[in-house]
């Protein structure tokens, strides 16, 4: 079942290069991309929430020689980032708009970034979820250079530099982790069970290593500098992909690799990963609020966002973790919404300046539905209750607050200080007075729209509904968890006392 | 009195920061360049404006006559059957004054439309109610703006601080509330509350007046077009002044009718004319001033926002913002509204075609409206130059000089950058097609 996600974009990605008309191509590419979506459904149908394990497992011997095998497998942190991928490229998909410029390259390119990143999530074995790492790279390079901005070849070159370096230290880290703990194979859980032989001080090495290495493509403070250039440079719907979905794969390798494979240096690192995931959040939102363009502003945005991923993930407790999953998948969702109305506003207004932009709410002359929408997005990264965000960003905070209670607290600042980013892009661009002397935009068409209806659409059926959103983790958040962390000595009488993961959203 | 003479080249050019637009007034045409586009709009619109301006004046002064100071008027834009079938007195057969061509009795688009609004035939409570209706809150707003500037000139003003009409409005008001002691015994406390309610009463009377004058004008006006006798911008202006001229002596008065008895609070006989006493004060009023507008657009004061004298005021359809949310001006919003209503088809196709087309088509009649109102200013300016000054062909370059002064100084209260009037008047806006 799970080929179909990594096989199916991958064919279509050679299927829409043999279509020559521009809107058959678009057409076929959004088409596949919605069977995938609906193929995800049926993986959601299939998948036991119960069950803590890998489930839909497949297995193929392919270059046994070098421990390569084709293992796949998911569980729940990987079926909600499958989930989140299958419908960020049809997002992606849907959100470019009619006349791109080569169209069979670009739908091409996205489907096999997609197909890519269907295969880091659900490989099961190290080696094989470093080449599918390294798949994602050269297409999205391509598809920041070709497609991007004014200074698309510079963000390019770095997103490729930095991504490449990154791709270097986790391939160090895979290929030290096989051959000094003397597992056979790359197979996970064979290099799980041989893990224990190196000791504590190689394995907070590897970990460092990792951290680095996933550090960069989360990213995270100080790693973060490509990010705001690749995200202002490309389109946006490639914005969207960069940071609704690739990303997540930094989160993902954190704590498939860092937090599940080395637990015991997990813990001993566990109060600087907090402290780096709360300066993140401070640098995000703070940066946040210098900016002058909206699109860098949401970029920001997602820096400090990130941070509370971090956080969830430091604290390695299963509410923690369930938080941490969760809004990995709602920051994907809401900074796709963003993305795609920030790109929706520069295309109608020509500028992304926010000394400029101003008075978008009107109804006659403005863009009323898409400022609304903005209004809506703004809301819930900020965390309003009752939109995905929140329960998000709840559960890290209640989850973390008993182990990292200072920084919890800095972080909840950096909530506060999310909302003032926020209402100032929105007081700015949506409110005012519209200029009458500039306000000749075009008309939104519902087709420009549809995306952003449907994402919000999704921000508040989670933020309503957050079973929706955590019940594919639970199981695995408790399994994930960070047991060695009771032992530590920052926890001590406090990992009893914790609040179970089933606790606050259990009807 | 025409003002279609072509100038005589005896005079440098104009350095004014709009020469372009003296030169035009000049030649007796207006600050609206005059093409067949701005003509075709001009023209919609004032038939669009017309119509529900036919309900304007009659509830204006149904309001000012018969409701005079009713303490709940709930139901003051319920006007009478006998006001609705008020014959114009300044069209029709058996006006007593006719002038323009068009029928006495009110339109039959607005009689159609106050049947059915945009919905259907229902009580005239539920369209009341459901705002499917002539928005008489804009028309009111017009007398209130005139109401509050005051002192603009003329004699009318003036007269509702006299004894004289102290006098008459007692007697009114003293009638109106005879047998309810509640009332009178209110008007025994607070004489200049009831007082300052009956000048606006007055300037209900006055403003219907003005109207009932200018509701044939913009019809014959339409009709002349249709049939090709207006051809350009300029013929629209000097039907404009001509019409002025012909109607300026009119009487402005107002007359309270309480129990079939008419208590003539300002009689005819004090010799108010329609001219100096109801248009220029309406244009000073309307057009330029206004006030600062309550919309989401807010206005410091302590910063200099706001003007310290009201004659510099600059919140009229001329300075107006056309966007309906959040803009400065006359509440642009109800009178868009009324006119969408009776757009010719001619205009209607033409806004299709443009910006957003039905979409915003609020928006571009708003627009169409504002260069329409820049014509009737015009026509303002080339009846006082005609009034005050010289024709526009006087052999004598002095005189000719005199009249540039004139315009030039008209002019001047678009260029003032006190209180950002310079970047609010929309005068440079309307010389471009695309200012939309």
Redesign the interface.
Same mark, same amino acid.
């Given at each position: 079942m799970l080929s179909v996600l990594i096989a199916g974009p991958m064919l279509a990605a050679l299927a829409v290069l043999l279509v020559r008309e521009p809107r058959q191509v678009r057409a076929l590419a959004l088409l596949l991309s919605a069977l995938m979506l609906a193929w995800v459904g049926v993986i959601l149908g299939r998948f036991d929430v119960a069950q803590a394990g890998m489930q839909m497992s497949e297995f193929w011997p392919w270059l046994p020689n070098l421990g390569l095998n084709y293992r796949l497998g998911c569980d729940g942190l990987s079926v909600s980032l499958l989930a989140l991928n299958a419908l960020m490229t049809w997002v992606v998909i849907y959100s470019t708009p009619i006349d791109v410029e080569r169209p069979r390259l670009y739908y091409s390119l996205i489907l096999l970034v997609s197909g890519g990143l269907a295969g880091a999530f659900t490989a099961q074995n190290i080696l094989l979820f470093v080449l599918f790492y390294e798949l994602e790279l050269i297409p999205v390079y391509f598809l920041i250079g070709i497609w991007g901005g004014a200074r698309r070849e510079y963000a390019a070159l770095k997103f490729l530099i930095y991504t490449a370096i990154s791709g270097l230290l986790i391939l160090v880290g895979c290929l030290a982790l096989g051959w000094l703990s003397g597992s056979p194979n790359f197979d996970y859980p064979t290099v799980q069970a041989t893990v224990n032989r190196l000791g504590v001080g190689f394995q907070v090495t590897l970990l460092l290593v990792w951290l680095l290495g996933f550090g960069i493509k989360t990213p995270l403070v100080p790693l973060h500098t490509w990010l705001p250039d690749a995200y202002v440079e490309a389109a946006p719907p490639v914005a969207i992909l960069l940071g609704g979905i690739l990303a997540k794969l930094g989160t993902y390798g954190l704590v498939r690799f860092g937090l599940q494979l080395f637990p015991l240096a997990w813990a001993q690192l566990s109060p600087a990963l907090a402290l780096w995931g709360t300066v993140g959040v401070l640098f995000g939102a703070l940066a946040a609020i210098a900016q002058k363009d909206i699109k860098r502003m949401v970029a920001y945005s997602s820096i400090g966002h990130m941070g509370y991923v971090m956080l969830g993930c430091a604290v390695g407790t299963p509410l923690a973790l369930v938080g941490a999953i969760a809004q990995m998948v709602s920051h994907g969702i809401i900074l796709a919404i963003l993305f795609h109305l920030v790109g929706v506003i520069e295309r109608k207004v020509g500028t992304r300046e926010l000394d400029v932009l101003n008075?978008l709410?009107? @109804? !006659? %002359?403005g863009l009323p539905t898409i400022s609304s929408l903005l209004v809506l997005g703004g809301m819930a990264s900020a965390g309003i209750p009752g939109m995905a965000g929140f329960v998000a960003e709840f559960l890290v905070f209640q989850g973390s607050y008993p182990i990292f209670p200072v920084l919890t607290l800095l972080c909840v600042l950096g909530t506060g200080l999310t909302a003032v980013y926020f209402v100032i892009l929105l007081n700015r661009t949506c409110?005012?007075? !519209?200029d009458? %002397?500039t306000?000749?935009y @075009? %008309?939104v068409f519902f087709a420009e729209k549809a995306p952003a209806l449907v994402l919000a659409g999704l921000i508040v059926f989670l933020g309503l509904q957050p079973m929706w959103l955590v019940k594919w983790s639970e199981t695995t958040a408790q399994a994930l968890a960070v047991t060695e962390l009771a032992q530590a000595p920052w926890t001590q009488g406090h990992f009893a006392g914790l609040p179970s993961v089933h606790s606050p959203l259990q009807p | 009195m025409t003002a279609t003479l072509e100038p005589r080249a005896t005079l440098p050019p104009s350095r004014h920061e709009f020469a372009a637009v003296v030169h035009r007034l000049e030649a007796g045409g207006a600050m609206l360049p005059d093409t067949p586009e701005n003509l075709m709009q001009i023209v919609g619109i004032w038939y669009a404006y017309a119509v529900p301006m036919d309900f304007y004046w009659r509830d204006l002064l149904y309001i000012g006559e018969q409701v005079f100071l009713h303490p709940l008027p709930f139901f003051k834009y319920f006007i009478s059957q006998e006001y609705l079938e008020r014959h114009n007195h300044y069209a029709g057969d058996d006006a007593d004054w006719r002038i323009w061509r068009g029928e006495a009795t009110a339109h039959p688009a607005l009689l159609k439309f106050m049947r059915q609004g945009e919905t259907r035939p229902l009580p005239r409570l539920l369209h009341h109610l459901w705002h499917d209706r002539i928005n008489m809150e804009f028309a009111e707003a017009c007398m209130r703006a005139m109401l509050w500037h005051r002192g603009m000139g003329g004699q009318f003003d003036p007269y509702l601080d006299s004894e004289e009409y102290k006098h008459n409005a007692d007697r009114a008001i003293r009638a109106y509330f005879q047998g309810n002691p509640l009332m009178l015994g209110l008007y025994r406390l607070f004489p200049d509350l009831f007082l300052e309610q009956c000048r606006q009463a007055s300037y209900y009377a006055n403003l219907g007046l003005f109207w009932e004058v200018m509701a044939p004008v913009f019809f014959e006006i339409h009709d002349r077009y249709l049939e090709g006798t207006i051809a350009t911008v300029k013929d629209a202006v000097n039907f404009l002044v001509n019409g002025i001229f012909a109607i300026a002596g009119r009487p402005i008065y107002h007359h309270v009718y309480i129990r079939g008895e008419c208590y003539e609070v300002i009689p005819k006989s004090r010799g108010f004319m329609w001219l100096y006493e109801a248009a220029l004060p309406y244009v000073e009023a309307v057009f330029y001033r206004t006030s600062p507008f309550r919309g989401t657009k807010s206005y410091n004061a302590q910063a200099q926002m706001v003007p310290d004298q009201q004659k510099d005021f600059h919140y009229g359809v001329l300075y107006a913002d056309k966007f309906p949310v959040g803009t400065a001006g006359i509440p642009p919003t109800l009178l868009a509204q009324d006119m969408l209503h009776f757009l010719p088809d001619y205009l209607v196709d033409y806004y299709r075609q443009h910006c957003r087309g039905e979409d915003d088509m609020l928006n571009q009649l708003a627009v169409s409206f504002q260069r329409s109102m820049y014509c009737v200013t015009s026509a303002v300016f080339q009846a006082l130059r005609a009034a005050l000054l010289y024709p526009l062909d006087d052999p004598n370059p002095r005189h000719l000089m005199a009249n540039r002064r004139f315009f030039e100084a008209q002019l001047d209260r678009f260029c003032r950058r006190e209180y950002g009037m310079r970047d609010a008047a929309r005068l440079r806006d309307i010389q471009s097609p695309d200012y939309r």
């Open positions: 008075g709410m009107n @109804p !006659l %002359r409110f005012g007075k !519209l009458s %002397r306000a000749y @075009p %008309r | -």
